[in-house]
Structure formats: structure tokens, C-alpha cells
């Protein structure tokens, strides 16, 4: 789960080298190679990348929107170019964080924009708290700053003026109460709050009533966030809030009978490796975590008619003999860098689809209280990550029952509402600190937040993603 390509040393005389105790963390040597006015660093998905970015925030950066070739070296999409790199600041941090840059006489030639540094707003729900925490710690690790509050906060409106960025992780729980909160029962409020009674309560966050949620009025103004120009990230159960209020539009959100995958390791396929979303990810494929839903449909999925909703599938639950049936893994090697599976129809082979499973696979309408400007018809959300076609190629660890009901599915989803994305995690990329190899895509969000349309293909056939 951390995007590391491992390889088996055969020869046994490396067991028989000279070594020495490590007397302190072991870290890759970084720095600048090479001479010139302009830094490129590679876009390696080092989480390292991200402290980098926002260490050096006041330093002007671009991000390359295609793989390209300079100074003899090979370069992923991403790519941070430095142009009037003042070295003697750079290099120290590079060093410190085990980061290479190579240094240049000019910018590459290769399309291009601004890593513009957002101001990040980070919502949280009194519901329940211990998820969304996995997300934080991965901030706080990697130096992102953010101001963080409870969803009760949207109500106060004015949200585009303060955030460019508001990210919104798991609760748990439906899009409805997700959004009604803890409930109100009588007059009495609920507080949290430091006090001699509750020491222990009030860390970085209090109220004095936590029941509630953001409502219908801090959803309107949610949605009006993104619609004037604002980045909003959503994990798990948060990503089901918009397509279940008929906020966005081309997706559905799926409840399939006859699935079982708790906590369980799957493959993921890039689906879209223009999108900035997947910049810096090599291969098109990678293990990530997944746990039972959502499950996200863009498009409608003709073909896979009768898995959501549909008749239980007997024996459905966990194992609790372990390997009484042995399991069906798929295999996976080289660090993901596997051709696509022929089960999986690539983009041009793929029709538009007819009505989704479990739901009309549109969106569409004008959302409730009659909101206007969503997606405008025919633009399709962009499926960056995606379930696999065929379900015996889904399963890398853990157990998966009825996986036909995930075939094809989105795990990463970027729509566009008026100016703004509202980006969908239907995996966990941020999960107990495990899923380090999916961080990025969620820091790519970050650090993207205003060029999210790079690389989107204008015309032609729609991604796959529930076809």
C-alpha cells in the first residue's frame, strides 16, 4: 500500500557485505545536479514532494502536464519546475527531505501551470471524528496548513471567500444524515467544551452544541463554493452527499445486495493519466484500500444490469474459518506496471451506456430547493480511478464477494459545477496511515486545485467509469 516496487536480491553474497549500526533515520541523499537558472524535481509521489511545495510556499513553481525529457533525464507529468531557482534556499530543504532537483540553462518545453497554494478549510463532523483524523495526521506530517471547523460552520455562507480548498473526509452513515448531523431531541443543547468538569474535551475544536449537522442552508452553501470556483475533496461516505442531493451531475450512487469487501485491498486502474489527479503515478495500475461502499456509477453502466439491489448472494459475510475456502487472489507484479487486463475496454471501445444500476445513471435536474448551473449536459465527470472489468482481477488482499457488482466502477472521480470540482474518493486513500501509497492522489487535489481541467480531452468518447 505504498506504491514501493520491491525486488528479490538472488545473490546470496549481499548477505555477506560489511555493515554498520544505523545510528540515526536513514534517508535518501537529495539535492540539486547539474547547473543552471532552472530546478526541475521529479513528481515521484514521495510524499516528501508535498512538504517541498508548501515549505518553499512563497517560491514560484509550475507543474509539468505531461511526461517529457530534458537534460538527458526522463520526467513524469507533474514535474515542479523552478524557474529562477534561488539554490542556496532550495537545496538545503531538498537535502533535508531526501529529494533530488537537477538543475538547468532553461524550462523545459513542455504545457505547464502555476502550483498556486490554496487556502485550505478542513470540515469535520461531531458524529464522529476518528476517520477524518487519519486525513489530518497526513497533513500535519507533511506541513499542509489548514483552518479546521465543523460542517455546522458551511451555514455561515461566504465559504469561496475565505477557502480555495475544503476538504471533507469520512463520517459514516447516509448523504441525509450525514447532513442533518446529531439529532435534536428537546431544547437542552449538547456542548463540547473544555471546562473543570471536562478537561479532557475541547483540544482544537469546541461548541457549545455539537447537535446538528450543516443542514440544508450549509449544503446550499457547500455547493455554492464549488459552483463559484472552489475545490471541494470528499472520501467514503462524505462522497455520496452531492449525488444523493442531485448536486452533480452523470453520477449514482449504487447499493449492491450481494457485495461484501471489508477493509480489503484491491486493484485500482488509472483510467485518466492526463488528469492532474494521477500526475506522478507510474503504470496504470496500483493496490488500494476499499471498504464495502460507496459504490459510485458515472454514466450509467449498460451491461452489468442486476447487481445493485439484487437478490443476496448466499453465504455473504466474513470468514470466520480462515482459509476453509481459500480465496481467489489476483496476482500482481512489478510494482503495477501490467498492461490493462483485456477485460478492460479502454476508452474509445466504450459507449455511453443506458440507465445505471440500482438508479437513473445521469444525475440531472436542478437538485433539491431548484439549484441551477450543475454540470451542464453531456459533460461527463472525469473517472481517473477505476474497479477493474473483470472481477477476478479485482482481489490483492483481504476477501471479496459479488466483486461483479464493482466492475467498472469509479474509485476516483473529478466533476466539474460551475467553476469549481468536487473531487470523489469512493476508496480511502488516507486510511490509518497504511494507504501511504495513495496519499497523493488526494495531495495532487492540493496542489492542482485550479488546473484540475489540464489534460481533459474535449469531444470524442467519454472515459470508462460504470459503462
Given at each position: ?5 520491491v ?15 544505523l ?34 510556499a ?22 515542479f ?27 523545459p ?63 459514516g ?12 431531541t428537546?431544547?437542552?443543547p ?30 446550499q ?6 459552483q ?72 450509467g ?18 470468514n ?16 503495477g ?31 433539491f ?99
Open positions: 500500500m505504498r506504491n514501493v516496487v525486488n528479490a536480491c538472488t545473490d546470496k553474497s549481499c548477505l555477506e557485505q560489511p555493515m554498520t549500526p545510528v540515526a533515520d536513514a534517508k535518501a541523499p537529495g539535492g540539486i545536479t547539474g547547473d543552471g537558472p532552472v530546478v526541475v524535481v521529479d513528481h515521484t509521489t514521495d510524499n516528501n514532494l508535498m512538504r517541498f511545495r508548501f515549505t518553499l512563497g517560491t514560484p513553481m509550475r507543474a509539468a502536464e505531461a511526461d517529457f525529457e530534458a537534460g538527458g533525464r526522463k520526467f513524469r507529468a507533474g514535474a519546475i523552478i524557474a529562477n531557482a534561488d539554490r542556496a534556499r532550495l537545496e538545503p530543504v531538498l537535502k533535508e527531505l531526501g529529494v533530488s532537483g537537477y538543475g538547468m540553462s532553461a524550462a518545453t513542455v504545457p505547464s501551470h502555476d502550483l498556486d497554494i490554496p487556502r485550505i478549510g478542513y470540515a469535520h463532523s461531531w458524529q464522529r471524528t476518528q476517520d477524518e483524523g487519519w486525513v489530518r495526521a497526513a497533513l500535519d506530517v507533511y506541513g499542509v496548513p489548514y483552518s479546521y471547523f465543523a460542517d455546522q460552520k458551511f451555514r455561515d455562507g461566504n465559504l469561496r471567500a475565505k477557502y480555495d480548498v475544503i476538504i471533507y473526509p469520512h463520517i452513515g447516509t448523504a441525509q444524515s450525514q447532513v442533518n448531523g446529531i439529532g435534536r428537546g431544547n437542552t449538547l456542548p463540547y467544551r473544555k471546562s473543570a468538569a471536562t478537561p479532557n474535551l475541547g483540544g482544537i475544536d469546541e461548541s457549545d452544541d455539537i447537535r446538528g449537522g450543516m443542514g440544508v442552508d450549509g449544503l452553501e457547500l455547493y455554492k463554493f464549488v463559484e470556483g472552489g475545490t471541494l475533496i470528499t472520501e467514503g461516505s462524505t462522497a455520496t452527499i452531492f449525488p444523493e442531493y442531485n448536486l452533480s451531475n452523470g453520477v449514482t450512487v449504487e447499493s449492491p445486495s450481494g457485495l461484501f469487501a471489508r477493509g480489503t485491498i484491491l486493484r485500482g486502474i488509472i483510467a485518466d493519466k492526463k488528469s492532474p489527479l494521477a500526475y506522478g503515478y507510474e503504470g496504470n495500475q496500483l493496490p488500494v484500500y476499499f471498504s464495502q461502499n460507496p459504490v459510485l456509477n458515472v454514466g453502466a449498460a451491461g452489468f444490469g442486476g447487481f445493485g439491489g439484487g437478490s443476496a448472494i448466499a453465504g455473504v459475510g466474513q470466520t474459518t480462515p482459509m476453509a475456502v481459500r480465496l481467489k487472489l489476483s496476482p500482481y507484479t512489478e510494482g506496471q501490467m498492461a490493462v487486463p483485456p477485460s478492460n475496454p479502454s476508452p474509445a471501445a466504450v459507449a455511453p451506456g443506458g440507465p445505471g444500476v440500482g438508479g437513473p445513471g445521469g444525475g440531472g435536474g436542478g437538485g430547493g431548484g439549484f441551477a448551473g450543475l454540470a451542464a449536459a453531456g459533460e461527463r465527470p472525469r473517472v481517473v480511478l477505476q474497479f477493474p472489468a473483470n472481477p477476478d482481477e479485482m482481489l490483492l488482499s483481504g476477501t471479496l464477494v459479488g466483486g461483479q457488482a464493482l466492475a467498472n466502477r469509479a474509485q476516483l472521480i473529478d466533476a466539474s459545477i460551475g467553476s469549481g470540482h468536487l473531487v470523489m474518493f469512493s476508496i480511502r486513500p488516507f486510511w490509518r496511515w497504511q494507504t501511504q501509497g495513495t496519499y497523493f492522489f488526494g495531495f495532487n487535489a492540493i496542489l492542482n486545485w485550479n488546473d484540475l481541467d489540464a489534460g481533459k480531452t474535449t469531444g470524442g468518447p467519454a472515459p470508462v467509469g460504470g459503462n
